[in-house]
């Protein structure tokens, strides 16, 4: 895969993009600018057309998501945000999850075993990141296909390039987004209950505790990394597993591969392709410099392809490669995923248990793929079992 991303390597390691933003491509160099906290920042607000037009579009001060969360914030306020999260959401929260995760995949398998045939992201995909995020935080009751509907859209605030069209309906959703989980937050102030979302209203570290409009950025962050990246790595997974049918026969041979085949999948086709960054001093990245206030997109995908780290097999899938845990699938440095163990658990327990209950599990059509740069992902498998 990713031919696109071989040729832009291959040509230039730091490329000016003529949208007016710079593309690192090499393992090394992603992960050197990931992991330098000094002259980078991750800063959403900075001026930057689209999200000028995004937070026009939301009403200026209604603009949560962009602003207010860890994953937009650099030191101090990174390290507090991330700290207060943290302390609810622990490995030990997580690992607890392992038998509902199990009982939801094996409600999704009956289902497609009843139907024969079915889209997997439909019954598998989606669902099991969605509930489990849901149910982690114990979410009230809501309008789901309208929060889905959302948070897709949301998403693409992540993207280097838009419309200003699209930049409306980011702005748009973003709003809306904001004000359902207020309401949500509200609800379960009057309602609290053993989860995370109570965990987090309560949450307190040295004493500091999150304002409210810090705890509904985090709440949103959660809610929409919890699903619309774990949504890709299962679905992206089976079709790559299934488009490679001596790795899924030695998948079936020994399961223990399991751990081993679900970090190599995040390097083979990445739910993340990419992570932005903004320069507030000169920078220098292999060879180049780069001014301050540029956007600087490190793609993690094409680093996770890179030969002259993973050698001339890059672009094979090798579910035994000895070193597929050191893809950058989660990123590195102080925002590597908060919920890499969650993410991990989820595929291990989907793509384990799909593969051993359905031995003939086919391809039924056509996979259709959800048009983003980012969060790129199978939107549509047509599966038979
Ligand atoms: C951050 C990928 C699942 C919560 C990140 C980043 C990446 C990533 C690449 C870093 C972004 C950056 O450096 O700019 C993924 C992938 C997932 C996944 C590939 C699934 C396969 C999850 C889940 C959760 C989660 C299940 C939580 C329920 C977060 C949070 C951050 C984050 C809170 C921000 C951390 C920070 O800024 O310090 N994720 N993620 N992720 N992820 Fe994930």
Redesign the pocket.
Known sequence: PYPHYAEIREETAVHEHPLGFWYVSRYDLVTAL?RSGQSVE?RHLAPHPVRDEMRKAAGGDDWRLGGLS??DRDPPD?TRL?SL?AKVFTPRAINALAPRITELVDASLDRMAEAGRCDLVDELAFPL?FTV?ADMLGMPPTDEDRLRELTGTLVRSLEPVGDPDLARRIGEADAEFTRLTADMIEWKRANPADDLLTALIDAEHEGDVLSDDELIAQVG??YV??HE??V??ISNGVVALLSNPDQLKALRADPTLIDNAVEEL?RYD???QM??RITTAPVEIGGQEIPTGSFVIAS?ASANHDPAFWGEDAADLVLNRPNARHHV???A????????A??RL??RIALGRLVERFPDLALDGAVEWNGRINLRGAAKVPVRT
């Open positions: 990931l991750t860890m994953l990174h991330r999260v990141p995020i962050l959660l990394a919890g990246t774990t890709n790595l995040l990445s739910p993340v992570s932005r993690l699938s989660f990123g440095g102080p925002h590597h995923c908060l919920g890499a969650l993410a989820e595929g």
